[in-house]
């Protein structure tokens, strides 16, 4: 509303405004214009035409009620032409006009309406509200886009006690609920629209016959059910936590240290919040795992961002789509964004400009702004396995509060992963030589220490379902290349590009020296 407000006192001629939630658009622009100057405010849509909104004076408005109609503007043509004819200060609001400006006759109305407004100097706004962004590119440079963000808690509460009170009439008793419960009801529906937050508290009120705490649980899995829709974001949920984690002390130190980061203490200490951070890393190395995990150490709730469906043509434009999912992960805020392998996702971004028209070009410098203006606490998590794919612009220092390199696991941190993998499977975790298969897993991944576990344990269960032993996994080690190995030149060009420019996520650098590779040919 603030964004509008100053759009419209420094008289923008065009603005595009983009929700699924018209009414409430609507309500708020009412809001904005009457605090400013009782301007009258005319709506557009294909089925009526022009009709100016009926208000008091304060915003007040109801859906649906409007005082006069213009005659004769159904088609877009004669609407612009109305805006050009009159020149008394207003607000015009177009719904749905995206579509017809497909049409260069349109497009040229809007431009000759918009060089009007500019040219006479008119107190005149044109707004185009719409669910989805679609800017024909004559109009680029005209125009300013506004995201309209999504309720807030407030509106949110005005949402539920409609809900709840007409939920109590029908019971017959009404109850008290506490101001705790009801906040944390209203919070379980941040990221919705008012209509989806209706549904949702209706839906949990029908089939639980009652809206209390307990039905918490009922509402978050609706909201879940409406975020995955997008396709692109998902709720994760995730059982691990650091502990699960072998290594990568510095990293976790990191996280450990701004647990309390997006509390009320460390704003009122003067602590800036978080960003985000980058892992970079050799593949299999935990990045994603420790970057789940966090979600449990900060106790916020982590969305994952399919950067690659952002991009899929079938969910609708790439550009609006990260729009919309970035106003939802706002919406959560306080929460985690984890985006993984965005190397593939920006990738190749070079050559976007010749293959999709500069989508991903787009869609990138989207992502881009948002970061480096985003106010909410969101904080991004992004992994990557090559920096040579990755943008520039992407790995500037300022970008992320940090860079951490993942390398391969040294011979402490293997020790520590084959005890958690072990004891995640085995109670009796002492009787297997840890010490002797880290030295002998120089090389290995997270992944494939992992790995070896689970081959040894098919093995000795398909050798009539006897309990694996030491011998089992040295034979599955045995048995392994790992990728270090294959991919050496790969793995020593990112050590070298991470030396001076990222941190590095464990205490102690790994070595692969020749000498373990030696003890481990010799053993057998
Ligand atoms: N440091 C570690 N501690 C414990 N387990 C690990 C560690 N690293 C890897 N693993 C195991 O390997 C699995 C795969 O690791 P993960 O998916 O996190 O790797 P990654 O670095 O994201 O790889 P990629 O680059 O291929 O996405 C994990 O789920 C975990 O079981
Ligand atoms: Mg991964």
């Given at each position: 509303?603030?964004?509008?407000?100053?759009?419209?006192?420094?008289?923008?001629?065009?603005?595009?405004?983009?929700?699924?939630?018209?009414?409430?658009?609507?309500?708020?622009?009412?809001?904005?214009?009457?605090?400013?100057?009782?301007?009258?405010?005319?709506?557009?849509?294909?089925?009526?035409?022009f009709?100016?909104?009926?208000?008091?004076?304060?915003?007040?408005?109801?859906?649906?009620?409007?005082?006069?109609?213009?005659?004769?503007?159904i088609?877009?043509?004669?609407?612009?032409?109305?805006?050009?004819?009159?020149?008394?200060?207003?607000?015009?609001?177009?719904?749905?006009?995206?579509?017809?400006?497909?049409?260069?006759g349109?497009?040229?109305?809007?431009?000759?309406?918009?060089?009007?407004?500019?040219?006479?100097?008119?107190?005149?706004?044109?707004?185009?509200?719409?669910?989805?962004?679609?800017?024909?590119?004559?109009?680029?440079k005209?125009?300013?886009?506004?995201?309209?963000?999504?309720?807030?808690?407030?509106?949110?509460?005005?949402?539920?006690?409609?809900?709840?009170?007409?939920?109590?009439?029908?019971d017959?008793?009404?109850?008290?609920?506490?101001?705790?419960?009801?906040?944390?009801?209203?919070?379980?529906?941040?990221?919705?629209?008012?209509?989806?937050?209706?549904?949702?508290?209706?839906?949990?009120l029908?089939?639980?016959?009652?809206?209390?705490?307990?039905?918490?649980?009922?509402?978050?899995?609706?909201?879940?059910?409406?975020?995955?829709?997008?396709?692109?974001?998902?709720?994760?949920?995730?059982?691990?936590?650091l502990?699960?984690?072998?290594?990568?002390?510095?990293?976790?130190?990191?996280?450990?240290?701004?647990?309390?980061?997006?509390?009320?203490?460390?704003?009122?200490?003067?602590?800036?919040?978080?960003?985000?951070?980058?892992?970079?890393?050799?593949?299999?190395?935990?990045?994603?795992?420790?970057?789940?995990?966090?979600?449990?150490?900060?106790?916020?709730?982590?969305?994952?961002?399919?950067?690659?469906?952002?991009?899929?043509?079938?969910?609708?434009?790439?550009?609006?789509?990260?729009?919309?999912?970035?106003?939802?992960?706002?919406?959560?805020?306080?929460?985690?964004?984890?985006?993984?392998?965005?190397d593939?996702?920006?990738?190749g971004?070079?050559s976007?400009?010749?293959?999709d028209?500069?989508?991903?070009?787009?869609?990138?410098?989207?992502?881009?702004?948002?970061?480096?203006?985003?106010?909410?606490?969101?904080?991004?998590?992004?992994?990557?396995?090559?920096?040579?794919?990755?943008?520039?612009?992407?790995?500037?220092?300022?970008?992320?509060?940090?860079?951490?390199?993942?390398?391969?696991?040294?011979?402490?941190?293997?020790?520590?992963?084959?005890?958690?993998?072990?004891?995640?499977?085995?109670?009796?975790?002492i009787?297997?030589?840890?010490?002797?298969?880290?030295?002998?897993?120089?090389?290995?991944?997270?992944?494939?220490?992992?790995?070896?576990?689970?081959?040894?344990?098919?093995?000795?269960?398909?050798?009539?379902?006897?309990?694996?032993?030491?011998f089992?996994?040295?034979?599955?080690?045995?048995?392994?290349?790992?990728?270090?190995?294959?991919?050496?030149?790969q793995?020593?060009?990112?050590?070298e590009?991470?030396?001076?420019?990222?941190?590095?996520?464990?205490?102690?650098p790994?070595?692969?020296d020749?000498?373990?590779?030696?003890?481990?040919?010799?053993?057998?």
């Open positions: 509303m603030q964004e509008l407000d100053i759009l419209i006192r420094a008289r923008y001629p065009l603005v595009y405004l983009i929700t699924p939630e018209e009414d409430r658009a609507l309500g708020a622009l009412a809001q904005v214009v009457d605090e400013q100057s009782f301007k009258p405010l005319y709506v557009w849509s294909v089925t009526q035409g009709r100016s909104l009926q208000r008091n004076g304060q915003g007040l408005w109801k859906p649906g009620q409007f005082s006069q109609t213009a005659p004769g503007t088609s877009p043509e004669a609407a612009l032409d109305f805006v050009i004819k009159r020149g008394d200060p207003t607000v015009f609001v177009f719904k749905d006009l995206h579509p017809f400006l497909e049409s260069p349109v497009i040229r109305w809007l431009r000759d309406a918009v060089g009007h407004i500019r040219n006479e100097r008119l107190e005149q706004t044109i707004i185009v509200l719409s669910p989805v962004m679609r800017i024909p590119a004559e109009l680029e005209d125009v300013a886009v506004v995201d309209f963000c999504l309720p807030t808690i407030k509106e949110l509460g005005v949402v539920f006690d409609q809900v709840y009170n007409d939920g109590q009439v029908g017959g008793h009404p109850s008290q609920l506490s101001p705790d419960t009801r906040e944390v009801l209203l919070r379980a529906a941040l990221g919705l629209t008012v209509d989806e937050a209706e549904k949702v508290y209706t839906r949990a029908i089939s639980a016959g009652k809206l209390t705490e307990c039905e918490l649980d009922i509402v978050l899995s609706e909201k879940k059910q409406v975020i995955r829709r997008s396709q692109i974001l998902e709720f994760h949920e995730e059982s691990k936590t502990e699960h984690v072998g290594g990568l002390e510095n990293l976790k130190k990191w996280f450990i240290d701004r647990s309390g980061a997006f509390s009320e203490k460390a704003r009122d200490y003067g602590l800036p919040q978080p960003k985000g951070l980058l892992l970079l890393g050799v593949p299999g190395c935990g990045k994603s795992l420790v970057a789940k995990t966090v979600s449990n150490l900060w106790n916020l709730p982590l969305l994952k961002l399919d950067m690659g469906r952002v991009f899929a043509s079938l969910v609708g434009s790439s550009e609006q789509n990260l729009r919309s999912v970035l106003r939802t992960a706002e919406s959560l805020a306080p929460c985690l964004l984890f985006t993984d392998e965005v593939k996702a920006f990738g971004m070079a976007s400009m010749g293959s028209g500069g989508t991903a070009a787009r869609v990138f410098g989207t992502f881009l702004t948002w970061m480096q203006e985003k106010v909410s606490p969101v904080f991004v998590i992004a992994t990557a396995n090559r920096v040579d794919r990755l943008p520039g612009e992407f790995l500037r220092k300022g970008r992320f509060d940090e860079i951490f390199f993942i390398d391969l696991p040294n011979p402490q941190e293997r020790e520590a992963i084959l005890r958690i993998h072990l004891s995640m499977r085995r109670k009796d975790v009787s297997f030589d840890v010490g002797d298969l880290a030295a002998r897993t120089s090389g290995f991944s997270g992944a494939e220490i992992e790995q070896a576990i689970i081959s040894a344990m098919y093995e000795a269960f398909a050798d009539d379902g006897r309990e694996f032993s030491q089992d996994i040295i034979r599955a080690i045995e048995a392994t290349k790992p990728l270090s190995q294959s991919m050496a030149e793995v020593t060009a990112l050590r590009w991470a030396q001076d420019r990222a941190r590095m996520a464990s205490c102690s790994t070595l692969i020749k000498s373990e590779y030696l003890r481990m040919e010799s053993s057998f």
